[in-house]
């Protein structure tokens, strides 16, 4: 929720007024209805009673400039309440920042009114001009959350992407007990990940972190954006059992949130690992390919082991060899899941990050370099998922066939993570 900042006239003249603006958005945060038009129809109701608090303000009695400012600036936040552009609001706080330039609040207001309807950069020295009155961590956290924005049709992604986590981490520094500024840092680095082609393990990590932090918030509890995205990271770190259940719970506070399909894609895609773990490998074949596994030569500063040698976690100096028995074709772009044997006929799965589909095969042989290993372990609803796992991160960790990786076949994986103004 953003706090009007600047000089605003009459105080106690404009207080009821305030408070309904300030029950209206935290309305919006808060109500998410399985269907989103009935949402829509609920905020211009709330909008046209706070309507009607804000006009029991005699004519006269908001005439002087400041008044006025303060007067268009409430209004046109009212009317913005909506998920959709309204010229409407934009003319209101037009007249507000005009008749009050220090109302750092309502060039937030305007800032987040044109960014509804395309004009990024207008929003931009909205947000920038603002600013310049003074630190504030609300037009900090929108600032970044435009720049990430800003950042999926720029030549630059990375430095831009880069200036959104330095002005989320501004935030903090103001605040270190906001949940929404680290939620937004949580939310930069998350794109970060995916902007530098999804490979980046610290990445996620420090995006996680920050989420943790967030969730330290009260207020944050109730934001399933949160959830959602948090789930988002524990997906691509693998802790499937987390990422399920945030992925529920985001559902369970917003139906609109596309999170019970991605919960869903998830089990497919575990069932269809256990399917081919279990179901489908049969021993005669097992053993042909995995007997077959050729000796490659290695630089002395690796030592070969089999999967039952490797340790929880990253393996330095160690390789270990096996053969593609299945590609696990799956809707999401990253990573790649691929399902190996070694000589032990020990079968697990690879998942694969910032490499091209076409690099590695059915029946290659793989050798791994430093493997990044985990035993994944848990039940969900009645099943039972149990597997080895290794996360392959970029093409110089990998050898097809003896042969390392050309640099054609890394790719950078086209996601941004969903983040919601």
Known sequence: MSIPTGEIAGDDLFAPATVAVDDLYRFRYNYFPLNPEERVSKLQSQSDLALQILDTIPIEKRKLPLQRATYEYLRGKILDVVPVYKKEAEDHLSKAVKLNPSLVDAWLCLGNCVWKKGDLNAAKNCFTFALSKGPNKNILCQLSMLERKLAQDAENPEEIVNDSIKHASEAITLDVKEGYSWY????????????????????LLQSLKAYQNAERDEKMKSNPDLYYNCATVNKYLENYERALSGFEAAALMDPGLNAMEDARMMVLLLEKLDYLLRGQIKAKRLSSLSSSLATVDLSHSYKRATMDLLSEGLNKGIAIAGKVLFFAKNESLAPLYYVLSDSNHTSYVI??????????????????????????????????????SVRVDFVEQVLVNGKCLSPHHAVRTSIYAQLKA
Request: proline share 2%.
């Open 184 to 203: 937004n840092l949580g939310n930069g680095f998350l794109t970060s990940f995916f902007v530098t082609g999804a490979w980046d393990h610290s990445k």
């Open 351 to 388: 998942t694969v990050y910032g490499i091209r589909n076409d690099a590695i095969k059915e029946g290659d042989q793989v050798t791994l370099l430093e493997p990044f290993y985990r035993s994944v372990d848990f039940s969900w609803k009645g099943m039972h998922y149990q597997f080895k």
